[in-house]
């Protein structure tokens, strides 16, 4: 009786849930090795799940783990942005662009005006909190989903920034100046963390920042008035409304918040000189969409995310030590795509193992009426 | 002049043939945020049979093998929302994101596998080609014409009668508005709209073909189709869910992204001084400003997004 109960646990089948979609997810991206090339999938595949252990020593495995890291940071911030929508109801496919706003401000600001990196990271807070706010405000006053506002702004932010920082590009390239060279004064500070990582430079606050951030977003949607309201508003919005909840600030007020955690994405991501921004792409970049992957893939739980943002990204960066001569590093990619379709069934999965369960219950109590008659 | 309405007429139609398909599906009542990764497979579909296809086959065996190829992909690539919408009830939108991600990852092992088996020093995503695509074009004059505009007015017209004039239609249109109104009259609510996932699959991997035979003669998969399938979901809204309108929307946005390409051409548009990347956002803000004077009153499809419950009322 006890197992039943903790399987009827709400947390623990989101768990297994995610672990199947893991597991299915790594099962048909083997099967696509195997039939690319049948002799070196294995091999591939446990590259893949190994990532930067595949280097023989420590001091080159924790440098990697660094650079993982690095890149969980934003992944991170952009699940929460669109977890923290979704908790009110929104879903937040705007993350990408919000992102791509605070990367334009954050390097704007530290290359163009030559700002502290403190001032940069709140720069790519705000502007990412406005454009949320505004898809916020287009859904309250005008009735516009925030589905397709948001994937409109996704692209518009896309051209604008790519306009904004081709003032500070290199000359001879598309992309961004770099900040190690000319705008020091704007680098996340390290606290000395890097050494932990062989000295590994791209090391900063970024990653406890990024998880005392989630801690927060827990707190806020767990323990304060605010969360209770803005839950209570995406569970059933009239509802809300008739308990003298507004339900319209709620809304812009999530967006913001959502768009202000996308934008900080950006900043600590950029703000620690570990990639330069190409003017010249013409997709908007996939850290966005990849935060639906992990917030989905973290039982839409603030500190379920930090894991499966761990582990998109770890995969991922794994992707890229496949065998070249035999396999693309964009099986990862793969992979990690058809881990988040998979996430769509798992509301389907948790229907499913209550079903299971209840059929349980009703023979075992069959059973015991059974026993009581004799 | 000639090389705008070139490019405004193809993109037309790649926009078009697209939004066309978004509208099939969300007018059975799901929507189909993943119309950029259908395009992305249908191309590659396309793209593989162009590549396969015998030296000298004659142009119209391929013209109809390719868009075989391209439709096929895409209606087979369009299932995966559909089974995961209509039968596992799963969030449509997350499908849709999912896809489009999938849809360029796919796309880009797939081709980078075949080109490495094929050459083992080759590890691009790019498939080349320069002879086979001249089979889709035609000359009027001094005007460079493909085939693919007829196909597109074609079913445009045929998507006009098929929605308005015919029983599917309308049933199909009954389904997004009031699935359970539908069911009681005897539709099969499940059936119309794998229909319309299907034919939003079918016209969206057409669309992907066309789009990547229009003015270049290779494509490098791992850019995916670059946004146009988001841009033709904006087509569909501002033609309003509506065939004719989605046609004229077509080629309004067609005619911006054609200006992006080729506006230093142009005298007094060079001398405007406004980048390209202005024509390529104008698409996305216009589209924003109809939604902002017309989503109070929206004709978009009422049960669009709601998995259908037999049980609900």
Redesign the interface.
């Given at each position: 009786m006890k197992k039943n109960n903790l399987l009827r646990n709400s947390g623990l089948q989101s768990m297994l849930a995610s672990v199947m979609c893991i597991l299915v997810g790594l099962l048909v991206g083997y099967i696509?090795l195997l039939i690319?090339?049948a002799e070196g999938a294995w091999e591939a595949i446990t590259t893949i799940i190994k990532n930067y252990f595949v280097y023989p020593t420590e001091l080159a495995q924790m440098k990697y783990l660094g650079n993982t890291l690095v890149k969980t940071a934003p992944l991170l911030m952009c699940a929460l942005s669109v977890l923290f929508a979704n908790k009110a109801g929104l879903?937040n496919?705007g993350a990408a662009g919000q992102y791509v706003v605070g990367a334009g401000t954050c390097l704007y600001m530290a290359l163009g005006l030559q700002l502290p990196w403190w001032a940069c990271l709140l720069g790519a807070i705000v502007a990412g909190a406005l454009l949320g706010a505004l898809s916020g405000f287009?859904k309250t006053q005008?009735?516009?989903?925030e589905?397709?506002?948001c994937?409109?702004?996704?692209?518009?932010s896309l051209?604008?920034v790519?306009?904004l920082l081709a003032k500070v590009k290199e000359t001879t390239s598309p992309y961004t100046l770099g900040l190690r060279a000319n705008a020091p004064q704007a680098l996340l500070p390290g606290m000395g963390l890097g050494e932990y990582f062989s000295n590994n430079q791209y090391v900063t606050i970024a990653i406890p920042l990024a998880i005392i951030v989630s801690i927060a977003i827990w707190v806020l949607l767990e323990k304060t008035k605010l969360g209770y309201e803005l839950k209570a508003t995406g569970n059933n919005k009239n509802a809300a409304k008739y308990a003298g909840m507004k339900e319209n600030r709620n809304i812009i007020l999530t967006m913001a918040i959502a768009g202000g955690l996308a934008g900080m994405a950006a900043a600590l991501l950029y703000l620690t000189g570990f990639e330069q921004w190409s003017t010249s792409q013409?997709?908007?970049p996939?850290m966005g969409?990849?935060g639906?992957?992990a917030a989905?893939l973290g039982g839409l739980h603030p500190i379920g995310s930090i894991f499966s943002s761990y582990f998109i990204q770890h995969i991922t960066a794994g992707g890229a030590y496949v065998d070249?001569?035999?396999?693309?590093a964009?099986?990862s990619?793969?992979i990690?795509?058809?881990i988040?379709?998979l996430?769509?069934?798992v509301?389907?999965m948790k229907v499913a193992m209550n079903r299971g369960l209840d059929k349980a219950d009703e023979k075992r109590k069959a059973k015991k009426n059974e026993g009581g008659k004799k | 002049m000639a090389l705008l309405i070139q490019y405004t007429l193809i993109f037309a139609s790649v926009l078009m043939l697209v939004a066309l398909g978004g509208c099939f599906s969300e007018h059975s009542g799901i929507i189909n945020i993943g119309l950029e990764g259908i395009m992305v497979i249908g191309a590659m579909g396309g793209a593989l049979m162009m590549r396969y296809l015998p030296e000298g086959t004659s142009a119209p065996v391929m013209i109809v093998m390719v868009c075989l190829a391209a439709v096929l992909a895409g209606a087979v690539y369009s299932m995966l929302l559909a089974v995961a919408a209509i039968n596992f009830n799963a969030d449509q939108t997350i499908i849709g994101t999912a896809m489009n991600m999938l849809g360029t990852a796919l796309a880009t092992v797939v081709v980078k596998a075949l080109n490495m088996a094929a050459d083992p020093n080759n590890v691009s995503s790019t498939i080349e080609y320069v002879n086979q695509k001249k089979a889709f074009y035609f000359n009027i004059g001094s005007l460079e014409l493909s085939w693919f505009m007829v196909i597109a007015v074609v079913l445009l017209i045929v998507s006009h009668v098929v929605l308005y004039k015919t029983r599917f239609g309308l049933r199909l249109c009954a389904c997004g508005e009031h699935p359970q109104a539908a069911d009681s009259v005897g539709i099969n609510v499940y059936k119309m709209r794998y229909a319309g996932v299907l034919i939003s699959g079918i016209l969206g991997g057409l669309g992907g073909i066309v789009y990547i035979t229009s003015g270049v003669s290779e494509w490098k998969f791992e850019n995916g189709v670059a946004g146009f399938g988001f841009l033709a979901l904006a087509v569909m809204i501002f033609g309003q869910w509506k065939p004719m309108n989605i046609a004229l929307a077509a080629i309004l946005f067609g005619l911006m992204r054609a200006l992006s390409n080729v506006y230093v051409a142009f005298d007094f548009l060079a001398g405007l001084n406004i980048p390209g990347t202005v024509y390529n956002m104008l698409p996305y803000i216009i589209s924003l400003v109809v939604l902002i004077f017309t989503s109070k009153k929206s004709r978009a499809p009422k049960a669009e997004g709601i998995p259908y419950d037999k049980g609900s009322r």
């Open positions: 696509a690319i090339n879903f496919i287009l005008f009735n516009v989903n589905v397709i506002s994937i409109m702004f996704n692209w518009i051209y604008c790519n306009m013409a997709s908007v996939g969409f990849n639906i992957a989905f070249k001569t035999l396999y693309c964009q099986v990619d793969f990690s795509s058809l988040i379709y996430c769509g069934f509301l389907f | -």
